[in-house]
């Protein structure tokens, strides 16, 4: 299966400033996407970045907070903007891949836990 | 709504003691129901698909069964090992590959 990388792997920053996150896939996937998981919640979908398009953003997520970059088939960038301590959580990448049976799961990086101040 | 529900929140038990983990979905058309473990400082880590009422899947002490409308994850004999938050997902009825999750099972194994 995919092996998914992601950095920072964690990071605290003040308020109003932006941070990016990259996410790294050791294989071309056809599909990546950006997950958010807040402290005791479940993992909110943020949007499924497009290899070559504009990224599909879900309610409640718009391009000018979470602009996503997907130059090619294994690299993905995921960028904060003037965060505020509510944007501290967890953001966690993950692809589309297969598993032994053939049958599509996803597959997700560690994570980057962002704090911010 | 499609709707994801996960209990009991949190699970301590004794190496050795069995039980099991709920998972009860309201979906319009199941796309597939999934089984994650996430271990602390880690990304959620694929245990298990279930596509159909009746199916059963095992992978060491665990094993995930699915009904029309709900799963459960049986561990048998857990080890302190299998200590983890397990999460469950169900496809979303209007999309191939996007899941909604449940909040999860944080489950602890004591020596």
């Known amino acids: 299966s995919a092996v998914i990388s992601q950095k920072p792997s964690r990071d605290i920053c003040q308020r109003g400033t932006s941070l990016t996150i990259q996410c790294q896939v050791d294989?071309?996937?056809?599909?990546m996407f950006w997950y958010r998981q807040q402290p005791g919640q479940s993992l909110t979908l943020i949007a499924t970045?497009?290899?070559?398009?504009?990224?599909?953003?879900e309610s409640g997520f718009v391009i000018d907070k979470f602009p996503i970059s997907r130059p090619n088939l294994t690299f993905s960038t995921l960028t904060v903007s003037n965060m505020s301590p509510e944007d501290s959580s967890i953001y966690l990448c993950?692809?589309?891949?297969?598993?032994?049976?053939?049958?599509?799961?996803?597959?997700f990086g560690a994570g980057s836990r962002l704090t911010v101040l | 709504e499609d709707q994801v529900t996960q209990s009991p929140e949190a699970l301590r038990l004794q190496e050795g003691e069995s039980s099991s983990l709920n998972c009860s979905y309201t979906?319009?058309?199941?796309?597939?129901l999934f089984w994650y473990r996430q271990d602390p400082g880690k990304g959620p880590e694929f245990l298990f698909t279930?596509?159909?009422a009746g199916e059963e899947k095992e992978k060491e002490r665990l094993k995930a069964t699915l009904t029309k409308k709900e799963s459960f994850l049986h561990i048998t004999a857990p080890k302190p090992e299998d200590s983890a938050t397990y999460l469950c997902?169900?496809?979303?009825?209007?999309?191939?590959?996007?899941?909604?999750f449940g909040s999860g099972t944080r489950l602890l194994v004591r020596p």
């Open positions: 993950s692809a589309l891949d297969r598993e032994d049976s053939g049958a599509n799961v996803l597959t």
């Open positions: 294989s071309q996937v056809t599909m």
């Open positions: 970045a497009n290899q070559g398009s504009e990224a599909t953003y």
């Open positions: 979906v319009s058309g199941l796309r597939g």
């Open positions: 279930l596509y159909s």
């Open positions: 997902a169900v496809g979303d009825p209007d999309s191939s590959y996007k899941l909604i």
